[in-house]
């Protein structure tokens, strides 16, 4: 077992006690044979090392997984060899605790770990990778990029982590090449990477737009969306219009809502976008966010057609794409209207209300307008007559803070309010 003597215990204990002492300890000369037991402490430790890695060749299992734990715990660098041939273990829990104890070693263990990322073994290259992932320095940047290639899905995933951790910009054309992995988890990793990168990516990112695999311009957009910059607003635009993939046109238009440019280019070519039944979601998210009020007459004419007057069903969404697109287009155009925030949409929005189709997400957007929303909503309430519509009206000027019972006495005739009772008196205000 890779547990030591007594006495070693013992004399690390007397060893941490002159290591608290500080600074008091160099004022103070050393006691007789206080110096032997330094030395001693040390010399256990050393020779406790030297055990554990011993008792990684262990024929029990428990004991080489309890020896990897120590050696981590240790933070030894003499460590880091043994433990690597510990990631060759046939017990997958003396492979976990070598992983975890060269991770917890850590800059000793960088470019040992580097070289295992050409191990004939798959998992040996998938642990170095996994611990290079929170570990990796400038060092082992070349065979992080030649494994961002590895046919193994896992040593790709955790090398686009390791290189991202070094920003190295040298590495951004081999990670545009993971936009199209076939693992969705190393395509995120990838869209992630690139995005943390910021400027110094934007350049490859563009260029990939203009790529034949439309999965490569989805991805690379997808990654624009999160570095906002103003240099991809020219060709997102284009891809808005032209590019042949609805996909990659719907996920150009989420990017440039997410720029949040006003430019007019943006604006018409999103307005442009409405008109296309597969685009319209995505358009009107993106207007919305961008906050031209240009957009506002296309929101009050789309929410001026739904069905009002009787009971409509979302059942039919479900069962027909034209119905599926039409209703979420619908409910994109009241999120955008609360984002918007022009009181003109007041009005539509209480309109909205008499559809049973968007009457909840109307009630919701209402409530973002605050105070401009209750006079009007109180005024609908005294002459609706539906219950249920009454119902929701009550609903979302409660939320606004309305209350029914409270007479506002500033409202009231002068003559009324000289005939209220006073503080402490009888009768209802």
């Given at each position: 077992?890779?547990?030591?003597?007594?006495?070693?215990?013992?004399?690390?204990?007397?060893?941490?006690?002159?290591?608290?002492?500080?600074?008091?300890?160099?004022?103070?000369?050393?006691?007789?044979?206080?110096?032997?037991?330094?030395?001693?402490?040390?010399?256990?430790?050393?020779?406790?090392?030297?055990?554990?890695?011993?008792?990684?060749?262990?024929?029990?299992?428990?004991?080489?997984?309890?020896?990897?734990?120590?050696?981590?715990?240790?933070?030894?660098?003499?460590?880091?060899?043994?433990?690597?041939?510990?990631?060759?273990?046939?017990?997958?829990?003396?492979?976990?605790?070598?992983?975890?104890?060269?991770?917890?070693?850590g800059e000793p263990a960088v470019?040992?770990?580097?070289?295992?990322?050409?191990?004939?073994?798959?998992?040996?290259?998938?642990?170095?990778?996994?611990?290079?992932?929170?570990?990796?320095?400038?060092?082992?940047?070349?065979?992080?990029?030649?494994?961002?290639?590895?046919?193994?899905?896992?040593?790709?995933?955790?090398?686009?982590?390791?290189?991202?951790?070094?920003?190295?910009?040298?590495?951004?054309?081999?990670?545009?090449?993971?936009?199209?992995?076939?693992?969705?988890?190393?395509?995120?990793?990838?869209?992630?990477?690139?995005?943390?990168f910021g400027e110094s990516a934007?350049?490859?990112?563009?260029?990939?737009?203009?790529?034949?695999?439309?999965?490569?311009?989805?991805?690379?957009?997808?990654?624009?969306?999160?570095?906002?910059?103003?240099?991809?607003?020219?060709?997102?635009?284009?891809?808005?219009?032209?590019?042949p993939d609805t996909a990659v046109?719907?996920?150009?238009?989420?990017?440039?809502?997410?720029?949040?440019?006003?430019?007019?280019?943006?604006?018409?070519?999103?307005?442009?976008?409405?008109?296309?039944?597969?685009?319209?979601?995505?358009?009107?998210?993106?207007?919305?966010?961008?906050?031209?009020?240009?957009?506002?007459?296309?929101?009050?004419?789309?929410?001026?057609?739904?069905?009002?007057?009787?009971?409509?069903?979302?059942?039919?969404?479900?069962?027909?794409?034209?119905?599926?697109?039409?209703?979420?287009?619908?409910?994109?155009?009241?999120?955008?209207?609360?984002?918007?925030?022009?009181?003109?949409?007041?009005?539509?929005?209480?309109?909205?209300?008499?559809?049973?189709?968007?009457?909840?997400?109307?009630?919701?957007?209402?409530?973002?307008?605050?105070?401009?929303?209750?006079?009007?909503?109180?005024?609908?309430?005294?002459?609706?007559?539906?219950?249920?519509?009454?119902?929701?009206?009550?609903?979302?000027?409660?939320?606004?803070?309305?209350?029914?019972?409270?007479?506002?006495?500033?409202?009231?005739?002068?003559?009324?309010?000289?005939?209220?009772?006073?503080?402490?008196?009888?009768?209802?205000?």
């Amino acid at each position: 077992m890779p547990v030591s003597a007594l006495g070693g215990s013992f004399s690390l204990s007397l060893w941490e006690r002159e290591g608290v002492r500080g600074s008091s300890a160099a004022r103070m000369p050393l006691a007789p044979g206080a110096e032997h037991v330094k030395k001693k402490a040390t010399t256990s430790v050393s020779t406790r090392v030297t055990e554990h890695i011993a008792a990684l060749r262990d024929e029990d299992w428990g004991i080489r997984e309890e020896a990897a734990v120590a050696l981590g715990e240790c933070r030894d660098p003499r460590g880091v060899r043994p433990l690597i041939e510990a990631l060759r273990d046939a017990d997958r829990a003396v492979k976990t605790a070598a992983t975890q104890a060269l991770a917890a070693i850590g800059e000793p263990a960088v470019v040992e770990l580097g070289a295992c990322l050409r191990d004939p073994d798959l998992s040996v290259q998938e642990a170095a990778a996994s611990v290079l992932s929170s570990t990796a320095d400038a060092r082992v940047l070349e065979p992080l990029m030649s494994a961002l290639l590895n046919p193994d899905w896992v040593v790709r995933m955790h090398a686009a982590r390791a290189v991202g951790r070094l920003g190295d910009p040298r590495s951004v054309e081999t990670l545009v090449l993971l936009l199209h992995d076939k693992v969705p988890a190393v395509r995120d990793e990838a869209v992630a990477v690139l995005a943390s990168f910021g400027e110094s990516a934007v350049t490859p990112l563009v260029n990939a737009l203009a790529h034949d695999d439309w999965r490569i311009r989805l991805r690379a957009a997808e990654a624009l969306c999160v570095v906002r910059s103003p240099t991809a607003i020219p060709p997102l635009v284009g891809l808005v219009k032209r590019d042949p993939d609805t996909a990659v046109r719907q996920e150009a238009a989420r990017a440039l809502g997410d720029l949040g440019n006003a430019d007019p280019v943006v604006v018409d070519a999103l307005l442009e976008a409405m008109e296309e039944p597969r685009l319209r979601v995505r358009a009107i998210e993106a207007l919305g966010k961008i906050g031209d009020r240009r957009v506002l007459p296309v929101l009050f004419r789309l929410l001026g057609a739904l069905p009002t007057g009787e009971y409509a069903d979302r059942t039919p969404a479900c069962e027909d794409n034209q119905s599926e697109l039409e209703l979420a287009a619908a409910e994109e155009a009241v999120r955008a209207l609360a984002r918007l925030r022009d009181e003109s949409a007041v009005a539509v929005l209480i309109q909205a209300l008499q559809s049973t189709l968007v009457r909840q997400e109307a009630s919701e957007a209402l409530v973002q307008f605050g105070q401009p929303a209750i006079a009007p909503l109180v005024k609908q309430l005294q002459r609706e007559r539906d219950d249920n519509i009454r119902y929701h009206i009550q609903e979302t000027v409660t939320r606004l803070g309305w209350n029914p019972n409270r007479v506002r006495l500033e409202r009231l005739p002068l003559a009324l309010t000289r005939s209220l009772p006073v503080a402490g008196g009888q009768g209802r205000a």
